[in-house]
């Protein structure tokens, strides 16, 4: 089945740092996802990607769809102690109701 | 508007009993989805429902069932848990037109089986 790969699986900044993680798939998708999730609680979408090489920001959040389709990165600027918690990306194929999700980065910033 | 709903929120079963998960989004969407998170394995999909009386298996249904009862609301049973369903349980939903594929969770449910 469809697999993503995310990395790093986990990151320990200082606050203040900028931040970037990533997603690899081996097969195409038509839509990339990122999501954070804090402790005890569901996962929150972040941002929504839709076409090829796209780039949308969410405040100091910053993600791109790969001109493959079988990518996408995620960037935070400036990071706060509320970053905390762990992405995740999701990817869905064409045709598809379903997503399939990476296993997330695990972020730690202290302050 | 309270979006994805999930009841109950912590759970402790023994092993054979049974149970049923409650879900419920009030974002008028027609798909709903039941996940489970292990640590290391992010989300894996159970079962999902694509409209109001359709229901398909995910990659990891074996000792569940699911019901649409309605639009808003798709249940998880499990009929005689097992301490390998020791997990975090999140139920979701999307719409089918537009914005496809943008998934809203609810805050989960904690279930443990000794």
């Known amino acids: 089945g469809q697999q993503l790969n995310q990395s790093p699986q986990s990151m320990f900044i200082q606050e203040g740092e900028d931040v970037s993680m990533n997603c690899t798939s081996s097969?195409?998708?038509?839509?990339w996802l990122w999501y954070k999730q804090d402790p005890g609680e569901g996962p929150v979408l972040l941002i929504a990607?839709?076409?090829?090489?796209e780039l949308t920001s969410n405040g100091r959040l910053t993600a791109q769809f790969g001109i493959t389709r079988k990518d996408s990165f995620l960037n935070i600027s400036a990071s706060i102690p509320s970053d905390v918690g762990i992405y995740f990306c999701?990817?869905?194929?064409?045709?598809?109701?379903?997503?399939?999700f990476g296993k997330g980065t695990k972020l730690t910033v202290n302050p | 508007n309270a979006g994805v709903t999930q009841t109950p929120k912590f759970q402790v079963l023994k092993t054979g009993q049974s149970m049923t998960l409650q879900c419920a989004q009030d974002?008028?969407?027609?798909?709903m989805y039941w996940y489970r998170q292990d640590p290391g394995m992010g989300l894996r999909l159970i079962y999902y429902?694509?409209?109001?009386?359709?229901?398909d298996k995910g990659e990891v249904p074996n000792g569940y069932n699911v019901s649409r009862l309605n639009k808003r609301e798709f249940s998880l049973r499990l009929e005689s848990a097992a301490p390998s369903q020791t997990s975090v349980y999140f139920c979701?939903?999307?719409?089918?037109?537009?914005?496809?594929?943008?998934?809203?969770f609810g805050p989960g449910t904690r279930l443990t089986v000794t």
């Open positions: 097969s195409i998708f038509n839509t």
């Open positions: 999701a990817g869905r194929g064409s045709g598809s109701e379903k997503l399939v």
């Open positions: 974002m008028n969407h027609n798909s």
């Open positions: 990607l839709y076409k090829a090489g």
């Open positions: 979701a939903s999307s719409r089918r037109e537009g914005a496809v594929g943008e998934q809203y």
């Open positions: 429902s694509a409209s109001e009386g359709t229901t």
